[in-house]
C-alpha cells in the first residue's frame, strides 16, 4: 500500500480511468458483431444441423451465394441436432436467433407460437423470394394457419435400411407391400440362420409409430395433442418389449454402448428404420452394403408414408428480411447451389435443384429410386404441422421406450408417464 | 476529538499509518480498495446475485422463456415433489454421494499417507497422483470413459479374467452409475493435497511418544493420525460432498448427453438441465435449482453439527 495519500489518490484516478477506457473499449467491440459495415453490405446468421459433409456442402453454396451477391455476407453457426434446439432456443429467447435457420416440421407451431418465426408469403408478394415449382405439394409442409413459416430444402420419408448382405445370407427378402408379420417372420429367420437380431429397437422410434398409427387411420400428432389412446402405445410397446426378450431385436445395452454410431452399422442387427436421407451414414460407419427397403404394412398396400422436409426459416425480427429471403430463395432454386447438396437434406424440393442434380453414386442413387417407388405406389398421404411440444414429447417416447427395452418400466406404465408428459408439453 | 478518535485501537493504527495520513488516508485506502475489487463485486451481483435472485422468483412462476412468467405459487414444488423422475433423479445423487464421497476420501487419505513418507522422487509421485483431478472433469475424459467401460473393452476384458460376464457398464442401468463414481474416485488429487498437508501438521514427537509406549502402525493411526487429522477430514467431506451434489458433466458425456440409460445416470442437475433448456420449463428447473441449495445446505448444517462429536481441535484438547 503506497504510504503517501497523494500518490494514492493519483494512482486510484489512473486505475479508474483504465478501467473506464476499458469498458469504453469493450462496449465498442460489442457493437462491431451485427452492424453493417460501412459499404452497405449486410451480414446474415445462418444456422443448421447436421454432420460433416452437410456442413463442407453448404459451407459451398454460401461462397457461391456470396458471388452472386456480393453486398451480403453469411456467418454459418453449425451443430448437432440436439445441441442445436438448445442452442436455438436460448438465443430465440434473448431476441438473438439466426436470422435464417434449418428447420422441421416438429418446430414450426412451437416457434410460430412464440413469435419467431417470420411468414415468408410476405416476401414472396414482395418479389423477394419465389414460392413456385416445389414438387409433389412440398411447399406444405412449411405452412401453418396459412402462413409459410419455412421453405422446404428437400423431402424425406421413413425408410427401412437393411444390411443387404445380412439379407441375402438368410435368403430373406424385402418387398413392397409386406406386412408386419412377414417382417418379423423374415427376421426370425435373421435369428435363426445368422444369430444376429433383426432389428435395433423400432419400438422407440416416433416417426415409426406414426406411420404404424396412420395405417389404421389414426396419426401420433392431431393439431393440439396426441392421436392414439394410452392402451394403444401399451400394445405397440408391450410387442416390442417381448420381442427384445425372443433377441429379435437387439439388446438395448449393446445398442447403448455403441451410439452415436448405429446398431445397424455396428452390426448387432440386420435392419433399423430411420429417414431416407440418413440413410448415407450407414456405408460410413459400417462393413456391410446397406440399401432402402419398404415399410412394413398393415393390409397389404398402405405403408402410412407422408413427405416430409427439412426446410429453411428466417427469424421475424431480422433487420434484413428482403436479404433472408433472397438468400432462402437462392438455396432453395439455384441449380449449381442443389448440385453441390445433393441428396444431404432429401431429394431436392424444387424443379430447378431436382433437374440439375443426377445422382452418381450408388447411395443417392438408392434414395432417389426409393423415393420414385413410393411416390409409384400411391401410398403417400398428408403431414399435418405437429403442435408446439412435439419435440419434447419426441424425446420422451424415445426414452421412455428405451426404458422398456431395458425392462426398467412396464408398457402401461410408460404409456401413461408419456400421456403425462405431453400433456406438460403441449401446455409449455 | 471524538470518542472514537481516543480509542486505543485507534490509536494501534495512527501508529503505523502514514504521517499526515488521518481518517481521510484511511478513507481513500478503503475506497481503493473497493476500486480494486469492483470488477469482482460487479460479477458477482451481476452473473451470481442476480441471476439467483431472479431464479428464486421464476421457482413460483410459469416460465418457458418466451412468454412472461405466471405466478403459479408453490404449484412447481408439488409437482416436482411428485414428478418420478425427480424422485428417481433425487435416488441416484444421493447413491452417488453416498458411495462416491467416501471412498474418494479414502483412497485420498491412503495415498497422502504413502506419499507423506520422504522418498525419491516423492515430488514426482504427487504431481502423477494429482494429475487425474486436473484433466478428470474435462469432456475428452468423458468419452475416454465411455470406451475404457463399452464391451469388450478394458474393464469388460478385466472382469472376465476372474471370471465375471457383466458385459460393458455404459449400456448396462445397473452399472453405469459406477463408471460415475469410479471417475469422481479417480480424481483424488485435491482432497489429497489437503491430507497431505494434514499429515505434515501431525507433531512427530505423538509419533515418537507413541512408538516408545510400544504402540504399533495401526494403533498410531486409530490414536493419533486420525484424531490429528479430523479437521481436515471435516474440511474435506464438506467439500467432497456438496461437489458430489453437483455433479453433471460426467453424467452429461458418459451417457452420450441422454443421462441414461433409463435415467440411470440422471443425476440432480442433469434433470434440472433437461427440464430447464430441453423442456423449458424454466419455472420447474428454478424450483429445483433451490430445492438443491436447500438440501445441500442441510447436509453441511448437519455436518457441522456432527463434527462436535467427532471432530478433534488440538486447542481444545490443551
Known sequence: MPENGNVERRTILRVAGASAAGLGLTATAGCGGDSDAGDGSVTLRYAWWGGEPRTLAIKKTIALFEKKYPKIRIKPEFTDYAAFWEKFQTQASGGNPPDVFQNAVGFLRKYDKRGVLMDLKTQADAGNLSLENFRNGVLANGQVDGKQLGVPVGANTMALVIDVKAFAKAGVEAKFGWTWDEYFAALQTIQDKLRIAGDTGYFTIMYLYDLYLRQHGKAFFTDTGLGFTEDDLTQWWADGYKRVKSGLVADPKKIEQVSPKSGLSAGLAASEFTWDNFSIRYEGEGESDYGLAPIPTTNGKDTGQYLGSLMLSAFSGTKHPKEAAQFIGFMVHDPEAGRIMGYDRGILATTEQYDAFKPTDPNNKGVAAYEDEVAKAGVLGKITPHPSGADVVEAAFLRIGGEIAQGRTKPADGAKALFGEAEAAFAG | ?318
Open chain 2, 1 to 318: 476529538m471524538t470518542l472514537v478518535e481516543e480509542s486505543p485501537v485507534h490509536a494501534v493504527r495512527k501508529r503505523s499509518a502514514a504521517p499526515g495520513a488521518g481518517r481521510r488516508g484511511r478513507r481513500q485506502e478503503n475506497l481503493a480498495g473497493y476500486l480494486f475489487m469492483s470488477p469482482w463485486i460487479a460479477g458477482f451481483l451481476l452473473l451470481t446475485a442476480g441471476p439467483m435472485i431472479a431464479s428464486l422468483y421464476y421457482a413460483f412462476t410459469s416460465y418457458n422463456l418466451f412468454t412472461p412468467p405466471k405466478w403459479v405459487g408453490l404449484d412447481n414444488f408439488t409437482t416436482m415433489f411428485q414428478d418420478p423422475r425427480w424422485q428417481k433423479s433425487v435416488e441416484v445423487t444421493l447413491k452417488y454421494v453416498v458411495v462416491a464421497t467416501p471412498l474418494k476420501l479414502l483412497l485420498a487419505l491412503g495415498v497422502a499417507m504413502l506419499l507423506a513418507q520422504r522418498r525419491r522422487g516423492q515430488a514426482l509421485y504427487r504431481a502423477a497422483f494429482y494429475l487425474p483431478s486436473l484433466i478428470g472433469a474435462s469432456v475428452s475424459v468423458g468419452f475416454v470413459w465411455r470406451a475404457l467401460f463399452s464391451d469388450d473393452a478394458v474393464v469388460d476384458r478385466t472382469q472376465k479374467i476372474f471370471g465375471i460376464d457383466a458385459g460393458g457398464w455404459i449400456g448396462n442401468p445397473d452399472y453405469v452409475l459406477y463408471a460415475l463414481v469410479a471417475l469422481s474416485i479417480w480424481q483424488f488429487g485435491a482432497p489429497m493435497v489437503i491430507f497431505l498437508a494434514g499429515l505434515k501438521q501431525v507433531p512427530r514427537e505423538l509419533y515418537e511418544a507413541a512408538e516408545m509406549d510400544g504402540a504399533g502402525p495401526v494403533r498410531r493411526f486409530w490414536n493419533i493420525t486420525l484424531p490429528m487429522l479430523s479437521p481436515v477430514l471435516f474440511f474435506n467431506v464438506l467439500l467432497e460432498s456438496i461437489h458430489a451434489f453437483q455433479v453433471f458433466g460426467s453424467a452429461y458425456v458418459v451417457s452420450d448427453t441422454r443421462c441414461g440409460p433409463a435415467d440411470a445416470t440422471l443425476v440432480y442437475t442433469c434433470y434440472l438441465y433437461q427440464k430447464g433448456f430441453k423442456e423449458s420449463q424454466m419455472g420447474f428447473a428454478s424450483a429445483m435449482a433451490w430445492t438443491l441449495v436447500v438440501a445441500v445446505a442441510l447436509v453441511t448444517a448437519v455436518l457441522f453439527w456432527s463434527q462436535k462429536k467427532w471432530v478433534h481441535y488440538e486447542e481444545a484438547a490443551k
